[in-house]
Nanobody, 117 residues
Framework: QVQLVESGGGLVQAGGSLRLSCAAS??????????MGWYRQAPGKQRELVAT???????NYADSVKGRFTISRDNAKNTVYLQMNSLKPEDTAVYYC?????????WGQGTQVTVSS
C-alpha cells in the first residue's frame, strides 16, 4: 500500500506561482519503483494528466502545461513536487498526486488550486 498526501495548493492571481508537494509513505519498495504523477480535475470535467516522472527522473507533460510547470522528485524524501509558474485561470482545479508502481493506481486526497483573473 502507498499513501499520498498533497500540500501547497491555494489561491493565486493569474501569472503567479505555486509549488505543490506530495509526500509518499507506506510500502517503500513500491514507492521507489513507482512512476509518480500529478493529475487535475476541474469542476464538471474529467480528471486529466498534468505531468509524470519516472524513477530515473524523466518527466512527461501535458501540452497545456509545457514550459510552465516542472515536475521533480526527491527519492530520499519520497516526495514529488510540481512547480507551477505563469498560472492561468484555466489551471484552476483540484490537483491529485498519483503513484502507479505495478499497474495499481494510488491517489492522494487532492489539493485545490484556484487562479483568479
Amino acid at each position: 500500500q502507498v499513501q499520498l498526501v498533497e500540500s501547497g495548493g491555494g489561491l493565486v492571481q493569474a501569472g503567479g506561482s505555486l509549488r505543490l508537494s506530495c509526500a509518499a509513505s507506506g510500502n517503500i519498495f513500491l514507492i521507489k519503483i513507482s512512476v509518480m504523477g500529478w493529475y487535475r480535475q476541474a469542476p464538471g470535467k474529467q480528471r486529466e494528466l498534468v505531468a509524470t516522472i519516472t524513477t530515473g527522473g524523466s518527466p512527461n507533460y501535458a501540452d497545456s502545461v509545457k514550459g510552465r510547470f516542472t515536475i521533480s522528485r526527491d527519492n530520499a524524501k519520497n516526495t514529488v513536487y510540481l512547480q507551477m509558474n505563469s498560472l492561468k485561470p484555466e489551471d484552476t482545479a483540484v490537483y491529485y498526486c498519483n503513484s502507479n508502481p505495478t499497474g495499481i493506481n494510488y491517489w492522494g486526497q487532492g489539493t485545490q488550486v484556484t487562479v483568479s483573473s
